[in-house]
Every structure is written in C-alpha cells, then in structure tokens.
C-alpha cells in the first residue's frame, strides 16, 4: 500500500474518532475514558470534583500529593499505560497521590469561577485530604491549568503547602510567541460574553477547537505520518490511539471562569501584574513562601516556556532552615530561619480543633536595624481562610517611662445599697 492511501487511511479513521468524540460530547461523558490503569479510591466529592487516592505499594514519604489536574480534559493521560503513566511513577517513589478529577459543568454551573473552583472545589478536596491522612500541609502538584488553580490556591492558603510544582503553568501572557495568545487580542470581551449567553458555558467543542488551531498541520497531517513512519513499532499505535483519545476528551468550560481566565488572564494579564483578585481578594504571590520547582517545556505549542519562566522572581519562597520544636503531647511548633542572614522568616504552630490541628502561620519580613536589634517590621498572620498583616511604623528601644503609671490606681467606691 502506498505512503499516500495508508496515511489518508490514517486520517480517515481520526475523523471519525472527532465525530464520534462530537457525536458524546467530547469528554463530557466520563463513561468514555479508557479503564483505570492504577487502581483508585473516591475518598471525596463535592462541588465539581471528586478526589481520587492512589496507595502507594511501599509508602515511604509521609506527606501526600496532591495532583491537580486541568479542567478542561480527562485526566486519564496522566495513568495511561503500565509503564508510561505519572500516577504509577510517584507511587513507585513512595507518595501517596490524591487526584482531582473535575466533573463536566452543565449549564446550572454557568455561575463557576476561579473562586468556586479554588477557595471551594480545591480547597475542599486539599482539606478532606488533610483530615484523611492527618497531615497539615501537602505537596501540590499542579499541570497545565491545574498548576494555574494550584498557584492560585497556594497564594490564598499558604498555610496549607508544603511544596508546589508548577508544569506548564500559563502565567505571563504578555508573551506573544504562539499564534494562539495574538489572536486572544483580537477577541474582545462582548465576544466572551456573547459565547456564555447563547451557551451558558464555553463549549467542549470549541475548547478542542482553540487545541487544534495552536497546531493545525501537525494535527491534520503530521501526526498521521508520524504513525505510518512508526507503525511498527511495538505498542506505538496503541499509545497513538489512547493519546488521540485524550486529545479529543474536552470538557466544556464553566462560562464565569472562562470569561474570567479570557479577560483576566489572557488579555489583562492581571496575575503576572500582580493585580488579581478573586471574591475581591487579592491574589498575592509573595505570600507563597513554600519551596517552588517551576517546570516548563521547551517545545509545548500550548504554554509557551517565556509564558512560565518569569513566575519563580514573582513568589516570596526563599532558601530557610527549619527547626522543629516538640514537646510531649503538644502540637509541634515550626521555625523557619533564613539561610543566609539567619533570621526567623516564619512560624507555624498548630491548635486542637474538632476538625484536626488548625493551623497558624505567622511570617516576619522588612528586618529593619533598631540600634543593633534587628526587628521586623512586617508581621502577618495567616489561617485557613483568613490573614491579617501588622504593619510597624515605628521602633523605639528603652524610652523612659513615668513612674506615674505604675501607681496602683485607686480602688472603686462601694456600690451603694438599695
């Protein structure tokens, strides 16, 4: 058979594969994912996630992961094959995984945003997985729009990370390097809201859409010729089809975060700027002080890696030593001192709750020299859903003090009787 009828048999049985993908309504049916690979338990659902544990065989690490996952596909490329799956990989390494798999909105969740989504879905899910492994804090682990969700999440609830990995995050997009981010210009916001009025959502088909024209050729053509070249290779078209059965997963995406992640993100730029907020909120990065590994991909025709690179000069994460303080039957008390001057940049103590330890996290910034006395002029305090910040003006060291205030002041007159 000849190079030209096998690849246009090729392209054949892929546009089929896309009517049938349209024909379900592409990953909106979660029927359709292939069967698990690595078996799983739903230790919680709610909102629009339900939160997958994954057991590793020989745990070593204490300190769970959280992976999470973006919302507009299937997350079953990320356990795909025996061999080839990330979920198996961590758990070989000795981490339990917890992994968000978001349920497709319906037009009832038209009203979704970043903020139901991380300070509710998120949230929720990163909360049942602390009381079910008895842990404060998790390591977070987020891909594509799922690590956009986990640095958001991370700079409104510190407290509760431990670590963050960012694969892929879209984070500056000023970066006009895809075709994809220049044609975001040209679409303005009455275009966004006229999309939700008539859909309630953004389509899964035109989130496949939006895919596809980020690389027309390699999907209308190469991709069909790079499996004629390899063909024979043992399992690569097994892995070909599962792979284009993920490419044509696409759920569709609630209308409130799209219009937020169209306007805010990709035309306003309002993260990178510093400038977000979420339920009048501001999101800031600095107040993400956990370790930070920024992962980007040379060749991602998704994320451009200019798109991610600037997001680690952003955060507040800086090298410290941590020092534990135990006492018997007490919650333990974490100090963190800077690696370089040595002094104290956060500490974390935990109180008794119903619901497990509730955490305080309390970081010191701005030393200032007061008289040989470094002091920090910025204090804030941070718990679960809340922070406040005490701001020093003003330090002054042994003022005088009258004596006058120390006088035991005179007691009250007896109450008269009645």
């Known amino acids: 058979m000849s190079l030209f009828n096998e690849v246009a ?92 798999d978001w349920i497709p909105p319906t037009k009832e969740d038209a009203w979704r945003g970043f903020d139901a989504y991380v300070n509710g879905d998120l949230a929720n899910a990163v909360r049942a997985v602390q009381i079910a492994e008895n842990v404060e804090q998790v390591h977070v682990l987020g891909y594509c729009f799922g690590a956009l969700l986990s640095l958001l999440y991370t700079a409104l609830h510190p407290e509760n990370v431990k670590n963050l ?14 075709p994809i981010y220049s044609l975001m210009d040209q679409v303005d916001d ?26 027309p050729i390699h999907h209308a053509f190469d991709k069909y010729v790079g499996l004629y070249r390899n063909a024979e290779r043992d399992g690569y078209a097994d ?19 799209f219009r937020e992640m169209t306007g ?22 600095q107040n993400i002080n956990c370790p930070l590994l920024n992962v ?58 119903p619901l497990g330890l509730y955490p305080t996290r309390i970081d010191y910034a701005d030393y200032r020299d007061q008289d040989g006395v470094k002091i920090p002029f910025t204090i804030t305090t941070s718990r679960p859903g809340a922070s406040s910040t005490l701001q020093i003006d003003q330090v002054q060291q042994n003022v005088p003090v009258e004596a006058a205030k120390f006088v035991k002041p005179p007691a009250p007159p007896p109450a008269e009787k009645k």
């Open 9 to 100: 048999g090729y392209w054949l049985d892929g546009a089929v594969r896309t009517l049938g993908a349209i024909g379900r309504g592409f990953g909106s049916q979660i029927s359709a994912d292939p069967p698990p690979v690595t078996p799983y338990d739903v230790i919680y659902e709610g909102g629009k996630v339900s939160l997958r544990h994954y057991h590793a065989p020989n745990r070593i690490h204490a300190t769970p992961i959280v992976l999470v996952y973006a919302l507009i596909k299937r997350p079953f490329v990320l356990d795909l094959q025996p061999g080839k799956s990330v979920v198996e990989s961590l758990l070989k390494q000795g981490f339990d995984v917890y992994l968000t």
């Open 165 to 178: 990995v960012t694969l892929t995050v879209p984070f500056d997009m000023s970066v006009r390097d895809l």
């Open 190 to 215: 009455s275009a966004v809201e006229l999309i939700t009025k008539i859909y309630g959502n953004c389509p899964a088909w035109m989130v496949n859409m939006s895919f596809t024209v980020m690389s």
């Open 239 to 257: 892995m070909f089809d599962l792979f284009e059965r993920w490419m044509s997963s696409d759920v569709p995406l609630a209308g409130k975060i």
């Open 264 to 285: 805010d993100i990709f035309k306003r730029n309002l993260l990178a700027k510093g400038e977000m907020k979420i339920a009048g909120r501001p999101v800031d990065l």
């Open 296 to 353: 980007v991909a040379d060749l991602d025709d998704v994320v451009h890696p200019r798109s991610s690179l600037g997001l680690p000069e952003k955060v507040g994460s800086t090298e410290a030593y941590q020092v534990v303080g135990l006492q018997k039957g007490q919650p333990p008390v974490q100090f963190y001192f800077d690696e370089q001057s040595g002094l104290l940049v956060r500490l974390v103590r935990y109180a008794e709750s």
